[in-house]
Nanobody
Framework: QVQLVESGGDLVQAGGSLRLSCVAS?????????MGWYRQAPGKQRELVATITRGGTTNYADSVKGRFTISRDSAKDTMYLQMTNLKPEDTAVYYC????????????WGQGTQVTVSS
């Protein structure tokens, strides 16, 4: 099993930057595979923001390409999301997701961290 804890959400003005962190606490036998950031704005469905594989291959939603950067430090079991040039439409609860290595059906979520971008 793995538990995920996000942090770094805040209120920021448009054009500003934030760095989100997701720390994974896992049992020794749990190997983390792909990880990702998702977000959910009020009244909207949860959507993918960015994903990263164990090998470091990244994928981004079109809406954040060129502004957000996902990364992970496997030695620290930590994933990051560097967000720059934030826009009001980035306002949402951001969730960390991790999948068990070689078993993408096993998917785990954090509790979320609020990002609010004021215009």
């Amino acid at each position: 099993q793995v538990q995920l804890v996000e942090s770094g959400g805040d209120l920021v003005q448009a054009g500003g930057s934030l760095r989100l962190s997701c720390v994974a606490s896992r049992t020794l036998r749990f190997v983390i595979g792909n990880m990702g950031w998702y977000r959910q704005a009020p009244g909207k469905q949860r959507e993918l923001v960015a994903t990263i594989t164990r090998g470091g291959t990244t994928n981004y939603a079109d809406s954040v390409k060129g502004r957000f950067t996902i990364s992970r430090d496997s030695a620290k079991d930590t994933m990051y999301l560097q967000m720059t040039n934030l826009k009001p439409e980035d306002t949402a609860v951001y969730y960390c997701n991790a999948k068990r290595y070689l078993s993408s059906a096993e998917s785990f979520w954090g509790q979320g961290t609020q990002v609010t971008v004021s215009s």
